[in-house]
């Protein structure tokens, strides 16, 4: 694996992102990467995985990569997008996903730390949806993921204003389920993992499975659904797109025109 280390211990795997010079920002070697990983635990008698940066990084993912984002006239995240297939195989794992987040984490990271079953933090950590700084819509598997942890409200004003929330606002809101210290969270996040992994695997994978179906019951006709494309259809054939991509590789401030 070039991007990713893993590591199997007493039926814990941890898997930890290892692309610091590019943030862990995503492309598409790093997410298969990340799959492949996924489908080979799912071959040995895991109990629990754990999703980590590196100790001494500031940042837990970068979110997507801008090179790897279409031009205008293609949608950005389809179904088969390689971070959506990363999405569902961590939601069908058949044991807990826990993300120890120990960083910053932007975009697209976002949707991979809430596809997790648990979530701990640090100071350090905090979340960031910043794709009206680039015109880039967002699915609605991804919209969904979000409200699914947060009130609609919250949700709202990441994706209007573009900007982070702290650790201890996530954990007030019930985003991350632990806020420890940073000497103390590979211990507690350990420890936490071996309590799960003690427990019946059976129980554990009916019960996550129920939970993740429940959680989705939400009607929407298919009206809605249709709106939903035509929108993001609106967003990304637009020139807001092509001008936000231009201007984060030239590094300047966008401008937008709604357009």
């Given at each position: ?18 692309n ?98 648990i ?40 994706f ?27 211990d ?22 129920q ?47 709604g357009?």
């Amino acid at each position: 694996m070039q991007f990713i280390k893993t590591n199997v211990k007493n039926k814990i795997a941890t898997i930890t992102l290892d692309n610091d010079r590019s943030r862990n920002a995503f492309d598409s070697k790093l997410l298969n990467e990340l799959c492949e990983a996924f489908d080979d635990f799912r071959t040995i008698n895991i109990r629990v995985v754990i999703l980590r940066n590196n100790p001494e990084a500031n940042v837990w993912c970068a979110g997507s990569n801008i090179h790897e984002l279409p031009d205008p006239g293609k949608d950005p995240l389809p179904y088969n997008n390689p971070l959506e297939k990363l999405m569902r195989k961590i939601e069908e794992f058949p044991q807990p996903v826990i993300a120890l987040l120990d960083g910053s984490v932007w975009g697209g990271g976002c949707d991979l730390a809430f596809s997790c079953d648990i979530l701990i933090g640090t100071s350090k950590t905090s979340f960031a949806i910043t794709t009206a700084k680039m015109g880039v819509p967002y699915n609605a598997t991804g919209i969904m993921n979000f409200l699914n942890r947060i009130p609609i409200n919250i949700a709202k004003e990441m994706f209007y204003t573009a900007q982070p929330i702290s650790s201890e606002k996530a954990y007030n809101l019930g985003v991350l389920n632990h806020l420890v210290s940073q000497e103390e969270i590979e211990d507690f996040t350990y420890k936490l993992a071996n309590k799960i992994a003690e427990n019946s695997p059976l129980s554990i994978l009916v019960t996550k499975q129920q939970m993740n179906l429940l959680s989705k019951a939400r009607p929407l006709d298919s009206q809605s659904y249709e709106k939903i494309n035509q929108l993001r259809y609106m967003a990304y054939t637009s020139a807001d797109m092509k001008e936000g991509k231009q201007a984060f590789l030239e590094k300047r401030k966008p401008e937008f025109k709604g357009e």
